[in-house]
């Protein structure tokens, strides 16, 4: 891409957004009565077009909201607005070390925020796209959003949810995690989401319990041009590689490789001093089942059980 290129802005990338409802957007309004609660519930079956508008009004006031996704619930915020970012990642208590993904309504924007796209992730996302699969991608070098420690990479999905992506056609792409507070389950539940976020979210989106507690699959094509899996999802690894053979699963190789050695007689730590500890058996880093130096190498340590 060249420099003269200009930045890419919410604009460019969200034409369909329509305007907020002035009325909807009073009924999105915190209520701070004494002891009541400071967000607001709605059921997206029964009150659809008031869901929309309210979540709608709180991503442009910079407030973070609670929605439904084909996986597990996730805590969204503007993408664009480095401060709605930075109050999902103080609702997770989680630091810029472990910047969100983004949602999109459709797979073709993936390209206005990703650059060089290898052909084996256009594959896989036009595969399964929408659906339960999170691509880690070169981020666009011009894109205006700050999510973290990111390290020119962009972690980016299309949910498998009407109502969900109906909304991100109206509010653009979403900084969307797991709707929990780190080191703690995921919510399948609006009750479990309210129970661990409550007044740090301005609206939570009733849809009912998610399909289940499975996050999405992550591959990975920054480390790795072929695609590597950082995190083992819905997505199983037979069905990858009908889209991609080349695919590389590192547990498997560890799975394999342990196989190998209890067949032949080998002790595959024989080389490690007793008690000593290397990266591979580090703990994980925090609910994302990485070591910590491998997440580091594409800046984005979205291994989380995100949405």
Known sequence: MSEEQT??????IVDAQGPVDEHRAADAQAVTDDGAPQWQRFDVKSDTSAALAAAQAAVAAGE????????VYGIGANAFSAAAVQGLLDAKHRGRDMPPPVLVAEA??????????PAHALRLAEKFWPGALTLIVPAQQHLRMDLGETRGTIAVRVPDHDFTRDL?????PLAVSSANVSGQPSSTTIDAAVEQLGNSVHVYLDAGATPGS???TIVDFVSETLGRVVRMGAIG????REVNPFIVWED???QDDAIEADL????????EPSGSLDESSAPADDETGIPPGEADETGQATAERDA
């Open 7 to 12: 930045p890419v802005d919410q604009q460019e």
């Open 64 to 71: 973070c909201i609670v929605l439904p996704t084909d996986t």
């Open 108 to 117: 073709g924007m993936l390209e206005a925020l990703a650059d060089d796209l």
């Open 168 to 172: 991100l056609r109206r509010t653009g």
């Open 214 to 216: 499975t996050p999405s």
């Open 237 to 240: 690894i037979e069905e990858l």
């Open 252 to 254: 498997e190789v560890t």
């Open 264 to 271: 032949v007689g080998d002790d595959p730590a024989g080389d």
